[in-house]
């Protein structure tokens, strides 16, 4: 009598996959069949409150599972559920955040932040010790009040409650850019670059505007 195929498990298919057997394609193909309920599970024990179907977050959960099946390797000791698992919920996270945050954080301050950062990194390097405050103003040339007032925003514009009920009274992102100011003089201060980086996002504002609506059908 002829044996039956063998049905490898997940787990089978999973060591498979670790090994980067002959037919890896085939192999994560099975992967991802047998795995998709993990993304929905994901979905119902975690975000059920988020206040989007689960069909939607189907979507960018399933997006998180295939990073995971076609990039196994990465998972560094993790098993393949803890591994896809964070993935998942990660993709979901910036789903929700991507669509429900109204307020655009203009390019100036993405830029000032990613100065601010790569000031902290290279002190951090040089002394081994995270900086003071007023250590980051003296690198950065911009007075503790006005860095302050940057991690204001910073936290309201990173910040995104992945509950629908919780999510009103979300810290709403606001800057006063009266307060960042150069801390030394300097013939090109902050303050003065804010300005011109706001207008001329504004003017930018209006170009894709124009752009926009330049091929658009008439109504009448």
Known sequence: MNEQPH????????????????????????????????????????????????????????LGLLNAVYNFSLARGNTFEEYASNLIKGEIRHHIRDQVRQTSVPKWMKDLNRQIEVAEAR?????????????????????????????????????????????ENDPVFEIDTSKIRSKDATAFPIEYRIRLASA??????VQQYLLQNLFRPNDG
């Open 123 to 167: 002190l951090l390097r040089e002394t081994g010790k995270l900086p003071s405050l007023a250590t980051l103003a003296d690198t950065v040339n911009i007075t503790e009040e006005g860095l302050a007032e940057v991690f204001k925003a910073r936290e309201a514009m990173s910040y995104v409650s992945l509950n629908a009920e919780m999510r």
């Open 7 to 62: 049905d490898p498990s997940l787990e089978e298919l999973i060591q498979k996959l670790r090994d980067e057997a002959d037919d890896l394609e085939h192999i994560r193909e099975a992967v991802l069949q047998r795995s998709t309920p993990l993304v929905r599970s994901i979905i119902a024990a975690d975000f059920s409150t988020a206040g989007f179907t689960a069909e939607e977050l189907f979507r960018p959960g399933y």
């Open 200 to 205: 001329l996002e504004r003017l930018s504002n």
